[in-house]
């Protein structure tokens, strides 16, 4: 993985005091039913949100269930268009995007999710798994060279040669987590969504993968949005923390500062449930 690694590309190693990703003012609206009348009535799930995430940073997005997280999430990754607002990646705007402009974005950005049964295929074995998406964004010169980097990408991850030839069913939840980031920085990413990636784990294995994560962070220079609503991993993970509640951002800033220093009541509300093993960990 060390050569040929594009994360960077294409904006390259100059731009590293600009934004990486920039939400401008996005919001969503769900239609819910129709009311009396005829009148259509609509849920904000996420209002007027801004946020930006510089190369190589860590941005977490924390907030109660429901308050809008992973929409805001979906949309990030262009899964799901914003009501109004703009999403931008590296300074291009998602809506002036077509064609090879869009496919290049869905393979800029990758996603690890909470459940990896939601990410990966359970017909296909773990060698399919990682070269599909070469296979779609022409990467490696043919199956020999891509079956080497799918090696790469095992000891990346810190899994056997042999997990090839088998499929995710037989593996354990932290390993198949691993497989799934695996599968993400197969197209050589620049930017990963991280949605609540070790809420299903166990403690033990939930600190395995978030030092994963952090490791590869460094190695490839990937930039995170981090969805959670574990307060304790946000201030062992992130640099910088959005808490949201009810689709608004109600503050923003440095993790340390705003875990410190919260200026809102819900903020110490999220930080009063942390466990109190949980200060431990910083
Ligand atoms: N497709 C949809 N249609 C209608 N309402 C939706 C849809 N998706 C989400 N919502 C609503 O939008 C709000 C935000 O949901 P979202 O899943 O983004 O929250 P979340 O912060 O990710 O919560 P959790 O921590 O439980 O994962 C909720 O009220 C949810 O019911
Ligand atoms: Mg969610």
Known sequence: MTSGYKGMSPSGPTDFDKPVLEVRGVTKQFPIRTGILGRKQFHTAVDHVDLSIKQG???????????????????????????????????????????????????????????????????????????????????????????????????????????????PHEFSGGQRQRIAIARALSVEPGFILLDEPTSALDVSVQSQVLNLLIKLQREFNLTYLFISHNLEVVSYLADDVAVMEKGRIVEQGPVDDIFDRPAEAYTRRLLAAIPRIGTSIR
Do not use: C, W
């Open 57 to 167: 940073k860590t941005l977490a997005v924390v907030g109660e269930s429901g308050s809008g997280k992973t929409t805001l999430g979906l949309m990030v990754l262009d899964l799901l268009k914003p009501t109004s607002g703009e999403i931008l990646y590296r300074g291009q705007p998602f809506s002036s995007r077509s064609g090879s402009n869009k496919r290049a974005l869905r393979r800029e950005m990758q996603v690890v999710f909470q459940d990896p049964y939601a990410s990966l295929n359970a017909r296909l074995t773990v060698r399919e798994a990682l070269t599909e998406g070469m296979v779609i964004h022409q990467i490696g010169t043919g199956p020999q060279d891509r079956e080497r980097r799918a090696l790469e990408l095992l000891d990346h991850v810190s899994l056997p040669a042999e997990t090839l030839d088998r499929y």
